[in-house]
């Protein structure tokens, strides 16, 4: 039976690391804000926007939300996009896509602000990421998977992961972020020979197909860690949800796996408030707080794993606020 690598408490640990943060930086300051812009009203789309809301409360991040109905123009949602990169009080923008047919995604996309990009849609935050530069907001889902990975202790360096699945979302930005940690990474998709083989001699295998149940008994050995990333609607249970791995085929093979749902997809949301949270702690002024300024200096210039430090020292300083000074 393999160990269950679920994401409640991999989002938990980002909750309280920002929130750490969050209650230190915003002594003096306003909290941090999220932006969403949704056209449309598609139910993927507002059962994720219900999922941040909660969170926004629950994390003491403000939250605007922008709709427009499905026949908007490219024009209002270019000024849009303008007026959330001006808004000062506003720190990340989350822009739910596809957008409709008629709208050039590409150009609404490459007129965020990148410092704003916290879902990773721009090419400079894309660009980032496959240059390995640290300030660079990675699209949420394959921080998911490295978050998973670190919360578990699972090693990387050196060991053969397979990614399946090539997207600019998850597969390429996932793989990056893997042969960043010194993974011998191989990207698979729907062209690759001997797929079930080479993912197969894996040790770890990170799925993003978007095929309900493809990954079945034949990818997988006994010693695996299976990374799901897949939410597919169940062909099986209607209303239900189901990953890219046979999961009643590969749990009883493999070593670690994590579920769906209550896996990788419920620590998206987590990622995408600590990126806010990231994106806000850079423009605290330093008279607002000195010591915070020390510790956001540090986050800004080392990236999200600084922000592991500068939690703990934001807790060293919450639990002993008057003793040093
Ligand atoms: P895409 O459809 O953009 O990409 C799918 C990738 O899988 C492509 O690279 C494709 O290959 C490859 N692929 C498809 N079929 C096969 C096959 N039969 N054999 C081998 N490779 C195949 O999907 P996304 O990357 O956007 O999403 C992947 C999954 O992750 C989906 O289930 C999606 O719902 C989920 N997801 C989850 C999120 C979360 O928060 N957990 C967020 C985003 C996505 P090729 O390039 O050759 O076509």
């Known amino acids: 039976m393999a160990e269950l690598l679920k994401g409640k408490p991999v989002a938990d640990r980002l909750r309280e690391k920002s929130t750490a943060l969050i209650s230190q930086g915003k002594e003096g300051f306003r909290p941090p804000k999220l932006a969403i ?3 449309g009203e598609r139910p993927d789309d507002l059962f994720y926007e219900g999922g941040v809301k909660k969170n926004c409360a629950l994390w003491g991040i403000d939250l605007e939300i922008k709709a427009y109905p499905v026949t908007v123009s490219q024009e209002t949602l270019l000024t849009a996009v303008e007026d959330v990169n001006q808004d000062q009080t506003i720190d990340g923008v989350l822009i739910f896509a596809p957008l409709p047919k008629n709208i050039d995604e590409k150009a609404i996309f ?14 400079a935050n894309l660009g980032g990421v496959f240059t390995g530069a640290k ?35 998850v597969g390429k930005p996932a793989a990056m972020l893997l042969l960043e940690k010194h993974a011998t990474v191989t990207i698979c998709h729907s062209r690759t020979e001997n797929l079930a083989e080479v993912c197969r001699n894996a040790d770890i295998l990170v799925a993003a197909v978007g095929k309900a149940r493809m990954v079945t008994k034949d990818f997988t050995h006994p010693g695996q860690v299976v990374i799901d990333v897949g939410i597919n609607a169940d062909p099986e249970t209607e209303g239900k949800i189901c990953g890219d791995v046979d999961f009643a085929a590969v749990e009883p093979i493999c070593a670690k796996i994590t579920p769906v749902p209550a896996g990788v997809g419920s620590i998206t949301t987590a990622v995408l408030l600590t990126h806010v949270t990231t994106a806000w702690s850079k423009k605290i002024p330093a008279q607002h707080n000195s010591t915070w300024k020390n510790v956001s ?15 703990q020292k934001t807790a060293i300083k919450l639990t002993a606020p008057d003793t040093e000074e």
């Open 110 to 123: 490459a007129a965020l602000a990148p410092e704003k990009d916290i879902d990773g849609l721009t090419t």
């Open 37 to 39: 812009i949704r056209v």
């Open 297 to 311: 200096d540090a986050a800004f210039a080392a990236g999200m794993s600084a922000l592991t430090l500068a939690a």
């Open 135 to 169: 300030d660079a907001f990675a699209p949420c889902t394959p921080v998911a998977v490295m978050e998973t990975l670190d919360y578990y202790d699972i090693p990387l360096q050196g060991k053969n992961v397979v990614v399946l699945g090539r997207s600019l979302v």
